[in-house]
């Protein structure tokens, strides 16, 4: 697939943050976490991701590895455990992630009730020499709706694409990000808001459903449009920008 | 007319444009002058602390009633007037603000593991949050929310960050004790720390200075020696 547009995304959130969202998820308890099955969700999204060409940091790689590790030992009886100098003898080999992860929930706990101060200091004034806070560029989340709620939706959709496609001719299309943006537009010209899947209906092949995607990605970042999510896990509107 | 100190601490936190402790204030009574009347200022000079906390309290009570549109409240180690959020609209209109960007997720999250953990390195930052946290910490010290407060002695000697006044300010927060968490996480360091240095066969007395808090915000030139979370994980970037 021939990109003409490079759809620069960098996910600033990291593997803890991608293994808690799958944890809340599959709604599993984080004591005793399913090792099989998270993996398995893990590589999944690692894939997508991969395919989106995002900006996917390194550490999602040497989660992956440490996933495995714990799956293979996990497999191993007891008697035949090889511990190594991190792990005490009959320690679960899962310990020092769910304690990692544990410890990152609570500091993320402290950052949203954090963040409700910030809302509510910003109807607090009072008597300031300084001018107001510099606005710095800071780096902007991408949408109200977490980067994984994203590759989530993505993902569902491109499964029923993948379904689709047996039942079409195959048709040599190109589709490049910019006729995307421009399809997507006139989609939303007469409307002010649509569900996420309904975007993708028309997409006849995984290709088409990708560049589609990249496209609505990019209009997010150029904030024509914005997504929401009424609540977690539930359907996705896209929304124009006015 | 007889002037009491109650008002006058009324005024000076009127006048003030920035959050003033109990401290700020008696040193103003020592240091004011007044040329013409020296009588009077004479009179405050040895205002007590405990006199000037008492108005404070006396304030903070009198203004909180909804016949005013501001109150006094406790914020960043001092006290300040600030408006009441009802009258935000307005407010906003008059100083046509343009306020800054709310943080993102990360770096709120990266701003409470430094608020907690302080003194913290970039690199223990990241084995926390799982993921390098460069960006993130190059705009938290652009706005002035952590600030370098010394070096680490591990190899490398990596720079130590902490949080600000502003940080304090930005947030509404009396003080570090006042952080979301605060009870659970900054504990948690202290008793890690004791483990670990159990563990390693450590004892010495340096050991006791450095589970006393962190100080309140500020700046601060000394170097904290070891870092908190030095054992080796798979998951850890180095």
Request: a negative charge.
């Amino acid at each position: 697939m021939e990109a003409d547009y490079k759809v620069k995304l960098e996910v600033f959130e990291g593997p803890l943050d991608l293994l808690l969202y799958l944890i809340k998820k599959e709604e599993v308890d984080i004591y005793d976490i399913p090792i099989e099955r998270i993996t398995n969700q893990y590589m999944e999204y690692l894939s997508l991701m991969q395919m989106l060409n995002l900006e996917v940091a390194g550490e999602f790689l040497v989660m992956a590895a440490t996933l495995m590790y714990i799956k293979s030992r996990m497999l191993l009886p007891a008697d035949q455990q090889v511990t190594d100098h991190e792990t005490e003898e009959g320690e679960d080999p899962r310990w020092e992630l769910i304690r990692q992860l544990i410890e990152y929930k609570k500091f993320k706990d402290a950052a949203l009730q954090l963040g409700q101060r910030e809302e509510e200091q910003s109807n607090i004034f009072a008597r300031s020499a300084e001018a107001a806070d510099i606005p710095v560029e800071a780096e902007q989340p991408l949408a109200e709706v977490s980067i994984f709620d994203l590759i989530n939706a993505f993902g569902e959709v491109l499964k029923r694409a993948g379904a689709r496609d047996e039942f079409r001719e195959i048709v040599e299309e190109q589709f490049t990000v910019s006729d995307k943006i421009e399809e997507i537009l006139y989609t939303m010209r007469d409307r002010s808001e649509i569900v996420f899947r309904v975007l993708f209906a028309e997409a006849a092949s995984r290709t088409e459903v990708v560049v589609t995607f990249l496209a609505l990605l990019e209009l997010i970042r150029l904030k024509r449009l914005k997504v929401r999510q009424e609540k977690a896990f539930g359907e996705i509107h896209v929304i124009k920008v006015t | 007319m007889t002037v009491e100190l109650k008002n006058i601490v009324e005024s000076l936190l009127f006048a003030a444009e920035r959050p003033l402790s109990v401290k700020d204030i008696r040193t103003i009574f020592a240091e004011a002058m007044d040329e013409e009347n020296p009588a009077v200022t004479e009179s405050f000079r040895n205002a007590r602390e405990a006199q000037i906390a008492a108005a404070l309290e006396e304030l903070k009570v009198e203004h909180d009633t909804p016949s005013r549109s501001f109150q006094l409240v406790e914020i960043a180690g001092g006290w300040r007037l600030v408006s009441r959020a009802e009258y935000a609209p307005w407010l906003k209109r008059l100083l046509d603000e343009a306020r800054p960007h709310r943080l993102s997720l990360p770096a709120l999250e990266t701003l409470s593991i430094v608020a907690l953990r302080q003194p913290i390195s970039r690199a223990d930052i990241a084995a926390i949050r799982g993921v390098e946290v460069d960006g993130v910490v190059k705009t938290l010290l652009e706005r002035d929310l952590i600030t370098i407060v010394g070096r680490s002695d591990v190899p490398g000697k990596p720079l130590l960050y902490g949080t600000t006044q502003r940080f304090l300010e930005h947030f509404g927060l009396r003080g570090l004790d006042d952080m979301p968490k605060s009870a659970e996480l900054r504990l948690q360091a202290a008793a890690l720390k004791t483990a670990e240095e159990k563990q390693a066969g450590v004892v010495s007395s340096v050991s006791d200075e450095k589970q006393a808090a962190p100080p309140l915000g500020t700046a601060d030139a000394t170097t904290a020696t070891g870092t908190p979370n030095e054992r080796q994980t798979t998951i850890t970037p180095q």
